[in-house]
């Protein structure tokens, strides 16, 4: 219904731009397990000249209101599975000025907001002119030490990765697939399954819970 990710990430990314009136440089929160809407909502927020701020499934309202103030982040794009923690959010911090739902299950005919705004958008989007040091990803360590520190990542971050490591480590080919258990939310998660495949134009399989039986 709503196309391949590239065409995913084009309405999303109209959607941004035009529903919430979102900026380049503003900050937009994932939060989702692995799948695909992830993935779109990803690309969207870099295409639309915004840095991507993914969470964890598993971090609660307290957690996420601390990265929402420290990050400045304007919007929130999330699974609707997760609305609870999502909801509670907005009684610890009045930064937030619009969370939207999508439906990230995968049955087929279930829409969620996001869903519902899509189906109006163009299939193709003019990508914002980024330049290679302009930030993309704010990702936050664990807290283990205290409150969770945001390290920034630019453009040229994420392509680095892929040339260096990926291309000149894995050797990847376009017939291989990749899998694994971490989240996209980790920039471990991000690269091996979600940059790694994408720039040699290989395979990844997304688990929502990568247990060991499963993989």
């Known amino acids: 219904t709503y196309g391949n990710l590239q065409e995913r990430a084009n309405r999303i990314a109209h959607v941004l731009v035009e529903e919430f009136g979102m900026k380049t440089g503003n900050r937009v929160l994932i939060r989702a397990a692995n799948n695909p809407m992830f993935v779109a909502c990803w690309f969207a927020i870099a295409k639309a000249g915004g840095i991507v701020v993914a969470t ?4 609660r309202a307290k957690e996420l209101s601390v ?19 999502m909801e509670k959010t907005t009684e610890l911090t009045d930064r937030l000025q619009r969370i939207c739902y999508f439906n990230g299950s ?22 914002v002119k980024t330049a290679a040091d302009d930030c993309v990803l704010i990702a936050f360590t664990s807290g283990t030490t205290g409150k969770p520190k945001g390290t920034m990542h630019f453009h040229r971050d994420v392509m680095a990765i892929n040339d260096a490591y990926c291309l000149r480590m894995l050797r990847p080919s376009v017939t291989d697939i990749f899998i694994g258990s971490p989240p996209i939310a980790f920039t471990f ?5 979600v940059t790694f495949p994408m720039h040699v134009g290989a395979a990844t399989v997304l688990l929502e819970a990568a247990y060991p039986p499963v993989l």
């Open 189 to 193: 998660g991000l690269g091996g399954l």
């Open 56 to 59: 964890m499934p598993l971090l």
């Open 106 to 127: 995968g049955e087929p005919g279930a829409g969620a907001e996001l869903e519902k705004l899509m189906a109006t958008r163009p299939v193709s989007f003019e990508n």
């Open 67 to 85: 990265i929402i103030d420290k990050a400045e982040i304007d919007f929130a794009l999330c699974d609707e599975r997760l609305s609870d923690e």
